[in-house]
């Protein structure tokens, strides 16, 4: 167990009471005793003239303007250099993009602000496509990945593995909501985000309805879909917890399929390195600005 070194704090300081009542910085700062300072007496000061009775015509004294601000007179600084508070955007829900026009070129992906959701099973690939495309970006680009957040618990951490129950469902609708607000925030204050998750057409739970409320309408998801044989090769180079058995991804990867004719666009990167994945994942993107998915 661990000891306080050195003297206590102060308790708080409540604004407008001066200091907080029993607290004595000499008590706390120990050093040589010290008696009451002698009181120094009071310099001479120049003579000063007799007072005179203001005269009975007179009237009060004219009101004295206050010196303009100068070298001596620097006035009040603005606040926002007084304490140095940088303001923020709060974050709000991401509108659809905006549709450009029929004459106009197709925009470019690379240099707008974006929130891409890449939903596909697990070995798709999606967190290693997602740093990529983030990293690569010509602007401020943010990555969240959801696994990574719902890791954020410790102790107590309720693995969907062990059974998906009530613990495990709270604490996925946390992490997802935690998402949201961050990836809000970020794109409030003009900078990309690109999100993560094992999105399943076939349970509402964990759908896509939670992302758009948490995130906007705005949001352009994306669906990564390999083959069954890529993903159960990429799952065996896994360890821990993010590794599932062969029986679980291909059961995964089975109901993502049901992603095929809902309108989503889907890359299959089964062929594909992770450079031209998240090239075409603009190229996608490209679309997906200019008609955005209905979903």
């Not at 050093?31 to 015509?57: E, F, K, L, M, W």
């Not at 992302?211 to 994306?222: D, E, I, N, T, Y």
């Not at 031209?276 to 996608?284: F, I, K, M, Q, Y």
Request: glycine share 10%.
């Amino acid at each position: 167990m661990q000891h306080p070194v050195g003297s206590p704090l102060p308790p708080p300081h409540q604004p407008g009471h001066g200091p907080a009542l029993g607290w004595s910085p000499a008590a706390h700062h120990p050093g040589p005793p010290q008696g009451p300072a002698p009181v120094p007496p009071p310099a001479p000061g120049p003579p000063t003239a007799p007072r005179q009775a203001p005269h009975p015509a007179s009237g009060p004294a004219p009101h004295q303007p206050a010196p303009a601000p100068g070298p001596h007179h620097p006035g009040p600084a603005p606040a926002s250099e007084t304490t140095g508070h940088v303001s923020l955007p709060p974050g709000g829900p991401v509108a659809v993009p905006s549709v450009p026009p029929a004459t106009a070129a197709a925009p470019d992906p690379t240099t707008t602000t974006l929130a891409v959701l890449l939903i596909g099973p697990a070995g798709a690939g999606k967190t290693s496509v997602a740093k990529y495309w983030a990293d690569h970006r010509r602007v401020p680009t943010a990555h969240i990945s959801l696994d990574d957040v719902r890791e954020w618990v410790r102790s107590g951490f309720a693995d969907p593995q062990t059974g998906w129950n009530e613990h495990s469902e709270a604490q996925y609708r946390l992490a997802r909501r935690t998402c949201g607000f961050s990836a809000r925030n970020f794109l409030a204050n003009g900078i990309s985000c690109i999100l993560d998750d094992a999105v399943f057409p076939d349970r509402p739970v964990v759908g896509l309805g939670g992302w758009k409320r948490h995130v906007g309408p705005g949001l352009l998801p994306v669906v990564l879909l390999p083959g069954l044989d890529i993903v159960l090769e990429r799952n065996a180079e896994r360890s821990g917890n993010r590794r599932l058995t062969d029986e679980e991804v291909a059961r995964i990867h089975g109901r993502m399929a049901g992603w095929y004719g809902s309108g989503l666009p889907i890359i299959d990167n089964s062929q594909l390195d992770i450079p031209d994945t998240a090239h075409l994942l603009d190229e996608v993107l490209s679309r997906s600005i200019a008609s955005p998915p209905n979903w």
